[in-house]
């Protein structure tokens, strides 16, 4: 069975900062690995994926995340953070050839002037 | 680019009541699912389908059944509406990796 932990439920942080939302799954099998946003009052916005290739991936919104085998993590980062990403982060895991998705709790970003 | 649409954004039920929620997705897209979103829970799979009139139990199936005739649409009933189903229902389709998901449906039980 997948599991995934975001390791921090809020992340407050000023605008202009970079900023690191934290991802670790559990699996036993090949993986893809995502991050979704959520708006407040939204439904969730892929951000990026990582399927197979390079562990740098480039999303929208000037977000990145590097998948790391060994340590079996997704992080994600950004180098400078707007007030309009004050929103909620998800990182999912799922298994190759399989469409089911587990997702972490979520990571609230609140940024502020 | 994909759209997932749900036929309503906010509800408001009675205890007791037959509650039907709608997905419609225009992709074509093999799979579909449903989700109810809580505060410090994330996302907790009810069902999904991976074609039409085939359906698999998600995480939560307790309270609800499924539905999906067509394609394209992917029904979610509450049998029977209790307060414990007050929640945020998001539906969301996928040709097999990455889910697309609709605007969600904040659902009030009373």
């Known amino acids: 069975a997948q599991s995934v932990t975001q390791l921090d439920s809020q992340v407050p942080v000023f605008e202009e900062a970079p900023v690191e939302l934290r991802c670790n799954y559990s699996?036993?099998?090949?993986?893809?690995l995502f991050w979704y946003v959520q708006y407040p009052n939204q439904g969730l916005q892929l951000l990026l994926k990582?399927?197979?290739?390079?562990?740098l991936v480039k999303g929208i919104n000037g977000f990145e995340a590097e998948f790391n085998k060994s340590q079996t993590s997704f992080h994600l980062r950004k180098p400078s953070v707007h007030i309009s990403d004050t929103a909620e982060y998800f990182c999912?895991?799922?298994?190759?050839?399989?469409?089911?998705?587990?997702f972490g709790k979520g990571t609230m970003l609140l940024v502020s002037p | 680019d994909v759209k997932v649409t749900q036929s309503s954004r906010y509800l408001v039920k009675r205890t007791g009541e037959k509650v039907f929620l709608e997905c419609v997705q225009d992709?074509?897209?093999?799979?579909m699912f449903w989700y109810r979103q809580d505060p410090g829970l994330g996302l907790r799979l009810i069902y999904f389908?991976?074609?039409?009139?085939?359906?698999e139990k998600g995480d939560i199936p307790e309270g609800y059944s499924v539905s999906r005739e067509k394609k394209e649409r992917f029904s979610l009933i509450l049998e029977s509406a209790s307060t414990n189903q007050t929640s945020m229902y998001l539906c969301?389709?996928?040709?097999?990796?990455?889910?697309?998901f609709g605007p969600g449906t904040r659902l009030t039980v009373t």
């Open positions: 969301a389709s996928s040709p097999l990796s990455e889910q697309y």
């Open positions: 699996s036993s099998v090949s993986v893809y």
């Open positions: 990582y399927l197979s290739g390079s562990t």
């Open positions: 999912a895991v799922g298994e190759s050839g399989y469409s089911t998705l587990t």
């Open positions: 992709m074509d897209h093999e799979n």
């Open positions: 389908s991976y074609d039409v009139k085939m359906k």
